[in-house]
């Protein structure tokens, strides 16, 4: 097989694409092939994947036994539109109800996270006849332009034009030297003024249940049961976005689940499809009854991509995945919290299951993306690929398909250890 490679691939990229789309590493390798939680590039060197395509390829890079079904699917009826009868849709959304927490049985399929999010927050303003919204900072909700006015990450926000009646309250995410609680207290308490200056305008927050982009910041565990409770003072609604959290990368099927309570709508897409365009807003018969006028997504839930999600649960549940993700994840913590001690520069572990940031700072506590982007490149060249986000860009990012090994965390920890030492020796 011949392959273009990176120089050309890149000179393709800067000649055809929009150059808003970046890509990492000084030294980029041409990805060729995945399998499970590895991938492989032009010339034969094999990575183990530690951001799994962000948080989509929870079951593994082409996995056989999701495929078979799909392509199955594939060969026998591709695609029609919702407005004729297909059995894989509405079989997904029966076996959806059964996998969503609490009382979230119906669901409404699209494309993509954004998509998702957008059908939510149109589904909270019929509800609820209001037309505010809040998001929150360090919050990403998507690309389209109302999802982007919610996104409180500015890198993420591409033009500062935001929706009329959109809010951008204060994030949970610690200040240098804040509390998870006072966090949690300086947060709510913007939620709340958002609220009170706007007292029968609001129909919806948005956030979630961990900022992923904006550096796998998780909030204080009373966080949710506050918010849902200030909430209802104000007949808003509580949108939780489990884009990047969902389908067992927590150690729950949903990360909303280890705060104890049921949202009123849930976004998900990402590892739904497990490397297959789909998302869906799902929420409770209640709320789904005033959601009556037409809507349709084209290529939402169609039989191939239903199928597909079909097949992403069933493994997701035959192989105990996450289960794996709670184990590993506590693991993967430990041992990272461990180079904490060993190597300044990291300034803060934090995560649930298998989505775990490390912060890296300067000796002066300063943000140090460049000190990211350096260890990047050599867990690259080690056979290692590591994600990162971060406000600042300088949180890395381990969110591995929930089908990695011990092993395979344990050979990537030894790599980062010598990243680290490399990086102390700079
Ligand atoms: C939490 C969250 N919400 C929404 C989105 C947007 O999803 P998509 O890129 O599928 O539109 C993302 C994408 O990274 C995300 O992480």
């Given at each position: 097989m011949s392959y273009l490679g990176p120089q050309t691939i890149i000179e393709k990229k800067r000649q055809f694409l929009l150059p808003c789309s970046y890509h990492f590493y000084q030294d980029p390798p041409q990805l060729v092939r995945g399998s499970m939680q590895y991938l492989y590039d032009h010339t034969g060197k094999q990575y183990l994947d530690c951001f799994a395509g962000v948080s989509v390829m929870n079951c593994g890079h082409s996995n056989p036994e999701i495929l078979h079904t799909t392509l199955k699917q594939m060969e026998i009826l591709q695609h029609t539109t919702t407005i004729y009868l297909t059995e894989p849709i509405v079989d997904l959304g029966e076996r959806l109800a059964d996998y969503l927490p609490g009382n979230l049985t119906r669901s409404f399929f699209c494309m993509s996270g954004s998509e998702a999010n957008e059908g939510a927050l149109l589904l909270a303003k019929k509800v609820t006849g209001k037309t505010g919204l809040i998001g929150l900072e360090g919050g990403l909700s998507g690309r389209t332009h109302l999802t982007m006015s919610l996104t409180g990450i500015p890198m993420w926000r591409t033009m500062d034009d935001p929706s009329p009646n959109t809010f951008l309250a204060?994030?949970?995410?610690?200040?240098?030297?804040?509390?998870?609680?006072?966090?949690?207290?300086?947060?709510?308490?913007?939620?709340?003024?958002?609220?009170?200056?706007?007292?029968?305008?609001?129909?919806?927050?948005?956030?979630?249940?961990?900022?992923?982009?904006?550096g796998i910041q998780v909030p204080h565990v009373r966080y949710f049961k506050r918010l849902k409770a200030i909430l209802q003072e104000f007949d808003a609604l509580l949108i939780i976005d489990e884009v990047q959290t969902g389908y067992g990368r927590t150690g729950k099927n949903f990360a909303i689940e280890h705060f104890d309570i049921v949202p009123d709508i849930l976004t998900s897409a990402k590892a739904l499809g497990n490397g297959v365009p789909i998302a869906a807003f799902s929420t409770t018969d209640e709320i789904a009854a005033s959601f009556t006028s037409p809507s349709a997504s084209t290529l939402g839930g169609n039989p191939v991509s239903a199928a597909n999600s079909l097949a992403v649960l069933n493994y997701l549940e035959a192989h105990q995945c996450k289960e794996r993700a709670a184990n590993l994840g506590k693991l993967l913590l430990e041992k990272l919290t461990a180079l904490k001690e060993t190597y300044s520069i990291i300034s803060d572990v934090r995560g649930i299951g298998l989505m775990v940031g490390v912060e890296i700072r300067t000796p002066e506590g300063l943000p140090a993306p460049e000190a990211v982007d350096r260890i990047l490149e050599r867990m690259k060249d080690a056979g290692?690929?590591?994600?990162?986000?971060?406000?600042?860009?300088?949180?890395?990012?381990?969110?591995?398909?929930?089908?990695?090994?011990?092993?395979?965390?344990?050979?990537?920890?030894?790599?980062?250890?010598?990243?680290?030492q490399e990086e102390r020796a700079e």
């Open positions: 204060e994030g949970y995410a610690k200040h240098s030297n804040e509390t998870a609680e006072a966090a949690m207290e300086r947060s709510l308490a913007s939620i709340r003024s958002i609220l009170e200056a706007n007292p029968k305008g609001i129909a919806a927050v948005i956030c979630e249940p961990i900022q992923g982009n904006g290692f690929l590591i994600g990162k986000n971060g406000i600042d860009r300088n949180v890395l990012a381990f969110q591995p398909p929930l089908v990695v090994t011990k092993s395979d965390i344990l050979n990537m920890l030894d790599a980062l250890a010598s990243a680290l």
